[in-house]
């Protein structure tokens, strides 16, 4: 392995200089000391099968307990990060995670109870997912709340088949297409094929919201019912929800409504008074649960009452002052994920909203969409906005005003990380040509978007050739896209 080490030098523009190669082993180096054992030794030969008894040792890398830390630390700082800079991946509301929510999920109390305890010896955790649940129905205006959901996309795939069942129980069963709007995240048409349903795409209108006339179409009796994101992925308020929701029940369908974007409307506006029958929460998002590179996080669903007995077991039930899980539940479509839900990230999303209180949620709404609209404003003359309606808490934003000099959304991106800043999101949604989605979130201050947008006004004064050819200043250089997806490699020797 050490000279596989030492041969991948240079591919991919990983610089690895000789003490800080991948495979450190050391035979003689030792992390831990492993304590005196406490039980007798048992005859192995006759408590085992044979076939089960190992006939060697595995080759575990030796290593010492500096060796780790530093390897994990130096690869820690080859990532960019939340508590590093400014991250404005637009959809993803890479908002300051507090430290104070780590201080909670770590405490011993809870980080240390075993899933199998009792009721009654978990009552204190049992309690403080109850609230949860209590504070996520408030805020969702919906009537119940499953925290299970692994994910975002977990809550979609659950609210798809509560969906489903909700259907079937009224022999509804012919329906069989969910309608999704074209701006949709991917995951909205996956979970629904996932679900088991056809998906139909809904077009948007020049100015970047749903087309109501189009929606009224194609609302037949096959339709099961809509996904739909508000604020959506343009960032746009759809200022007809109400109608749009009333659509859609008239013909007998149901609206799912992804929350991906609740940080825009915490404590304005509640989706259950729009409309919607079910909505997910991304607590990684709103909540500042912390995330990246896929996980983890939670995606605690909410829905109306008519719902509620269909919800994953098991449910939380409060009984006089104490707290239950109840697994026999008859409607309830069972279990979606082992044990309770992401526990420790459901503490974190619990006290960023104790922390904060009815008011600062509302606080939050506010700056995350006064941040967006001074970045927009700052940067329409520059870039060019396909839509002219008011932002919520993202700026979409295309290369178009750049093209004729040669500059693209990609260029833009791999340059920004050259001046220290996590790019945006870029070529999403696809309803426009080659986007830009900034979200600043709340978190950042007008210094730091100051300097973001001066940044940007930099680069794209730059040659374009000069920028083809950046970023250099990150440990991995610019990369061939393409032969990035079609022949990934995810090991670093390769
Ligand atoms: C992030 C996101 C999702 C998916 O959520 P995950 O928690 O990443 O699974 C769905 N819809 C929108 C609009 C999102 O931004």
Not at 68 to 90: A, E, K, M
Not at 207 to 218: C, F, I, Y
Request: aromatic share 8%; hydrophobic share 40%; with cysteine.
């Amino acid at each position: 392995m050490e000279n596989k080490a030492i041969q991948s030098q240079g591919k991919q523009g990983l610089i690895l200089e000789e003490p800080f190669l991948f495979e450190q082993s050391l035979p003689d180096s030792i992390g831990v000391v492993l304590p005196e054992s406490e039980v007798d030794e048992i005859d192995i030969e006759s408590a085992l099968p044979s076939a089960l008894i190992r006939k060697d040792i595995p080759q575990f890398p030796m290593l010492s307990e500096q060796q780790v830390v530093r390897h994990f630390t130096r690869l820690s700082t080859w990532n960019y990060s939340v508590d590093g800079g400014f991250y404005p991946l637009g959809s993803c509301t890479m908002k300051y995670n507090p430290k104070l929510n780590e201080v909670v999920a770590n405490m011993s109390g809870f980080a240390d109870i075993h899933p199998y305890l009792p009721d009654e010896k978990v009552q204190g955790i049992l309690s403080i997912l109850w609230d949860l649940e209590q504070y996520l129905q408030e805020i969702s205006g919906l009537d119940a709340v499953s925290l299970q959901p692994a994910a975002g996309s977990h809550g979609e795939l659950l609210g798809i088949l509560l969906m489903r069942n909700y259907h079937k129980q009224n022999g509804d069963s012919h329906r069989n297409t969910i309608l999704v709007t074209a701006s949709a995240h991917g995951t909205n048409p996956s979970s629904a094929a996932m679900g088991g349903y056809k998906v139909k795409s809904l077009p948007i209108l020049s100015n970047g919201l749903t087309n109501l006339q189009a929606l009224q179409e194609s609302m037949t009796e096959e339709i099961a019912g809509l996904m739909i994101t508000n604020p959506s992925t343009c960032g746009l308020f759809e200022a007809d929800i109400v109608a749009i929701c009333k659509i859609v029940h008239e013909k007998g369908g149901l609206v799912y409504f992804d929350g991906a974007n609740m940080n825009a409307l915490l404590g304005k506006a509640r989706p259950g008074d729009m409309g919607a029958d079910i909505l997910h929460f991304n607590t990684h998002k709103t909540f500042a649960t912390p995330h990246g590179g896929g996980g983890p996080g939670a995606g605690p669903i909410a829905v109306v009452a008519k719902l509620k007995p269909y919800l994953p077991t098991p449910h939380i039930v409060k009984t006089n002052e104490s707290f239950k899980l109840e697994y026999n539940v008859d409607q309830s479509i069972g279990k979606v994920r082992s044990f309770y839900g992401n526990i420790g990230v459901l503490l974190r999303a619990y006290t960023y909203i104790r922390t904060l209180g009815a008011s600062g949620l509302e606080e939050v709404a506010e700056n995350a969409v006064l941040n967006a609209r001074y970045l927009a404003h700052k940067l329409q003359d520059t870039f060019h906005m396909p839509f002219t309606t008011p932002c919520m808490h993202e700026v979409l934003l295309t290369d178009e005003k750049q093209t004729e000099q040669g500059i693209t959304t990609m260029d833009i991106a791999k340059a920004l990380l050259d001046e220290g800043f996590h790019p945006p999101t870029v070529y999403f949604p696809l309803v426009v040509k080659a986007a830009m989605l900034i979200e600043p979130t709340e978190t950042e201050s007008k210094q730091t978007i100051d300097l973001f947008i001066a940044a940007l006004h930099k680069i794209i004064k730059q040659d374009h050739n000069v920028l083809a050819s950046l970023p250099t200043k990150t440990k991995v250089k610019r990369v061939d896209e393409v032969s990035a997806s079609r022949t990934p490699c995810y090991t670093w020797y390769c």
